[in-house]
């Protein structure tokens, strides 16, 4: 499979983080949509672990082109080194991300408005 884009959120209510991540094919198409409760750690670490989720299945398709859609701006430009990470907790997810991106030959991160990716994925 050439092109993935990968649609990914996080988040937490009450005591439980949950995320989803959707994948889709350059025309669109849906390949693969899971939903996940991680049941521990903050928001900020479900939208790294839905992420982690969604870029592990783009290795599984033998993607060559993936774009990470998300509304995450801390997971936008920390992994993009546009922010610094400081949380250890984070540096850790943000390190795994960018090993798995050496899986393609393009990777790059988009980040959406909230509202966008609450039609997508209903979070």
């Known amino acids: 499979m050439d092109k993935v884009i990968i649609f990914s959120d996080g988040g937490k209510r009450k005591d439980i983080t949950y995320g989803t991540c959707l994948l ?6 849906e390949i693969i949509r ?3 409760v991680f049941g521990f750690g903050t928001s900020n670490q479900a939208e790294y672990l839905s992420a982690i989720a969604g ?3 783009a290795v599984a398709l033998d993607a060559k082109d993936v ?4 509304d995450s701006k801390l997971l ?3 992994v993009s080194g546009d922010f ?3 949380a250890e907790h984070l540096r850790v997810l ?4 960018l090993d798995m991106a050496t899986n393609f030959e393009k990777f790059n991160i988009v980040l959406v408005r909230r509202n966008i990716m609450k039609q997508l994925l209903g979070h």
Not at 67 to 70: C, E, F, I, W
């Open 76 to 78: 936008k430009y920390q």
């Open 55 to 57: 870029i592990t299945r």
């Open 24 to 29: 889709v094919n350059d025309d669109g198409d």
């Open 67 to 70: 774009s990470l859609v998300v």
């Open 94 to 97: 943000k390190n795994i991300i």
């Open 34 to 36: 899971e939903h996940y």
């Open 84 to 86: 610094e990470c400081y």
